[in-house]
């Protein structure tokens, strides 16, 4: 019954995502793209790993994790309306417009690194279900995470990409359909069963805030609204942007309180795969919706990034740097990430690339505001707080294990 429910569910919101009215306006399309980025599988590893290192506190965890997520976009909201002004009549050698351009890298490196964070999630997960030897199973994700970054070289080369990421971008709905009935499977079990197992106990320490830093790139993606300009004007992008950290947010903080009862065997599943061994108890088809979503989710976020990455070099090195050789060199970077690093690793580093490029943001957003007195004082000292906290994600941010 709880897997017809959940879809039914999944169904009904896929359908409605899909051919509502208000999926072909303007203000959805620009919400999705952001929301889309935020909402990879980075909610379904986030539940076990914060059970494993905050206990019962993991539900707050998420909460400080959003808020500093929630900032950033603050700050990047604020340079879409300033910076980007700014930028528009600027000259070649203005500082800000270097600031811009060493920023545009910073972020077109994260790009390539969360690549490999995506798809080495994928491979994990598509994985899991297989009997494998333990020993060959890391080689076996390094395997199929190279053979897709090759075949997705191969269709950059030959200029076919634009329409993997077309069907990369149609997956959102479904994507969120399978959430929505996730979230409804887990109310359900919840409400049968209530909470069979002890909870485990609350465990808040600095030294988790290392490992808490390390999941940035699980909130990350609302940074894509700042390069829309093209798409949308500035004050439907900023809108569209809160909009997109509000609905993940409420995804994010429900899927975590949803797994209340089960925190105890949440903290106990190994690898980053863990979430599918919780499903699979409540139902065991449930795991079919859990490697959907999961697969779906990375493998479009993937394709998104790997453009965005071959864009911004395209557009830093002035056009010097064609797309497809950008993208060739951005999938070689992250095939070597994904083979010299474990999946708790490649989080970490993942994280520690953005949290540097929003530090950058905050940077940006200071020296505009002083330039054009854009800004209060109490703003420009919350910018500089919210680049001291990313960089201490990008110095201290630790894989969630070892």
Not at 166 to 193: E, F, N, P, Q
Request: proline share 4%; hydrophobic share 60%; charged share 10%.
């Amino acid at each position: 019954m709880i897997v017809a429910i959940a879809l039914v569910v999944a169904l009904a919101v896929t359908l409605a995502l899909t051919f509502g009215r208000f999926a072909r306006s303007d203000s959805w399309r620009a919400t999705v793209t952001p929301l889309a980025s935020i909402i990879g599988s980075g909610f379904l590893i986030c539940g076990p790993l914060l059970a494993r290192e905050f206990g019962s506190a993991a539900i707050l965890a998420m909460a400080a994790l959003l808020a500093i997520a929630y900032a950033a976009g603050w700050v990047i909201r604020f340079n879409i309306l300033h910076v980007e002004d700014h930028l528009a009549s600027a000259h070649f050698h203005d500082r800000i417009a270097w600031t811009a351009r060493i920023t545009q890298g910073v972020l077109a490196l994260a790009y390539a690194v969360s690549v490999a964070y995506y798809l080495k999630l994928l491979a994990e997960f598509s994985l899991k279900p297989i009997a494998i030897e333990p020993a060959w199973q890391p080689w076996a994700a390094n395997v199929i995470v190279t053979v897709i970054i090759g075949l997705m070289t191969l269709l950059a080369l030959g200029g076919s990409l634009r329409r993997v990421e077309h069907l990369a971008h149609g997956t959102v709905s479904v994507k969120i359909g399978i959430i929505a009935g996730l979230l409804v499977a887990l109310a359900i079990a919840w409400a049968r069963r209530g909470i069979v197992d002890p909870l485990p106990p609350v465990r808040m320490s600095f030294a988790s805030i290392p490992m808490l830093l390390g999941l940035i790139i699980t909130v990350q993606g609302f940074e894509t609204s700042r390069y829309l300009g093209h798409d949308y004007p500035a004050g439907l992008r900023i809108r569209t942007m809160r909009h997109a950290q509000w609905i993940a947010s409420a995804i994010y903080l429900a899927f975590i309180a949803l797994l209340t009862p089960f925190l105890s065997r949440a903290a106990a599943t190994e690898g980053v795969a863990g979430i599918l061994d919780i499903m699979e108890l409540i139902a065991p088809a449930l795991g079919i919706f859990v490697l959907a979503g999961a697969v779906s989710s990375q493998l479009s976020a993937a394709v998104a990034d790997s453009i965005g990455s071959g864009g911004l070099v395209n557009e830093v090195s002035r056009r010097r740097i064609s797309v497809p050789l950008a993208f060739t060199v951005a999938g070689a970077l992250a095939v070597l990430v994904v083979w010299l690093t474990d999946p708790f690793e490649v989080v970490a580093l993942s994280s520690r690339a953005f949290a540097l490029f929003y530090g950058l943001q905050c940077a940006l957003a200071v020296m505009v505001s002083l330039r054009h007195r854009s800004a209060t004082r109490a703003q420009r000292v919350g910018f500089v707080l919210i680049g001291l906290i990313c960089l201490v994600a990008v110095f201290v941010g630790a894989p969630a294990e070892g």
